[in-house]
């Protein structure tokens, strides 16, 4: 544990915000990936169909010897990923049932959690931005040219895990907050609206802004990819940071900094 002094680092709307973003983001990965299945391929343009060939991202299954063998094709290269992707139980099936919600295969039900919490997002996220515009929180998350400057620096002392633990968000942290507050979160939900038969009849534009329904479904599902490898990274530098002061900052707000600013 750093031996600073306590500050008190993150806002209540801010907390509440994340854990709603947490939870909502969990049941949209997992609900995303049984509306996949019902398709399980990723193709660019405005049309698709048994005529056309332009998917970027295929897996299926093939019947081998009598049994199913899973395949996963990537720009036209195939790769066997049985036991991974293609087959899970007995049967063909792109995300196996552990990964999907409901585990079963059910388009209808996978719809309509995904919607429930599509919109709980938008709305958290929008609460968020004008009440983080109003108390300042906002302009901390934005980089500054001094910020740039020390990017270079921030980068090494990462890569040295020399985690700063202050009360001021890193050029890294900035960056990594913005890009997934500001662009990738808006673009989940403007792809994901574009996919909407009804707002494609009162916003035709914004189909013709991702040039396409099955463009804007690729790019939906990348930037699903996107957040899920932040994720990765963001849990990463939790548990080196010290998982119990961080655990306390986004649950109490209070965070303890570094004696000497860094570890």
Same mark, same amino acid.
């Given at each position: 544990m750093p031996d600073g002094p306590l500050i008190y680092r993150q806002r209540l709307l801010t907390r509440i915000t994340h854990w709603v973003w947490a939870i909502s983001l969990?049941?949209?990965?997992?609900?995303g990936l049984q509306i996949f299945n019902a398709f399980p391929s990723l193709q660019l343009?405005?049309?698709?169909?048994?005529?056309?060939?332009?998917?970027?991202?295929?897996?299926?299954a093939v019947e081998v010897d009598g049994g199913l063998r899973g395949v996963t094709r990537i720009f036209g290269v195939e790769f066997d990923t049985t036991g991974m992707l293609g087959v899970s139980g007995?049967?063909?099936?792109?995300?196996?049932?552990?990964?999907?919600?409901?585990?079963?295969?059910?388009l209808a039900t996978g719809r309509v959690i995904h919607f429930f919490f599509a919109w709980v997002l938008v709305l958290a996220l929008g609460l968020w931005l004008v009440a983080s515009a109003v108390n300042g929180h906002l302009g901390q998350l934005i980089p500054t040219v001094a910020d740039l400057r020390a990017l270079p620096r921030d980068i090494a002392d990462h890569a040295r895990l020399r985690l700063h633990r202050s009360g001021e968000y890193s050029v890294l942290q900035k960056l990594a907050y913005?890009?997934?507050?500001? %662009?990738?979160?808006?673009?989940? +939900? &403007? !792809? /994901?609206?574009s996919m909407s038969p009804g707002v494609n009849a009162a916003a035709p534009w914004l189909l013709d802004l991702f040039q396409g329904r099955q463009t804007?479904?690729?790019?939906?599902?990348?930037?699903?990819?996107?957040?899920?490898?932040?994720?990765?990274?963001h849990m990463a530098m939790i548990l080196l940071a010290g998982p %119990?002061?961080?655990?306390?900052? +986004? &649950? !109490? /707000?209070?965070?303890?900094?570094g004696g000497d600013d860094h570890a």
């Open positions: 969990f049941f949209l990965m997992l609900t343009g405005k049309e698709s169909g048994f005529g056309y060939d332009n998917a970027i991202l295929k897996i299926g007995g049967e063909a099936r792109a995300f196996p049932e552990a990964l999907t919600i409901p585990s079963k295969t059910s913005a890009s997934v507050l500001f %662009v990738a979160l808006p673009l989940m +939900i &403007l !792809t /994901g609206l804007a479904r690729t790019i939906h599902f990348l930037t699903m990819l996107a957040l899920l490898g932040f994720f990765a990274v %119990v002061n961080e655990m306390r900052s +986004i &649950l !109490t /707000g209070w965070y303890r900094t």
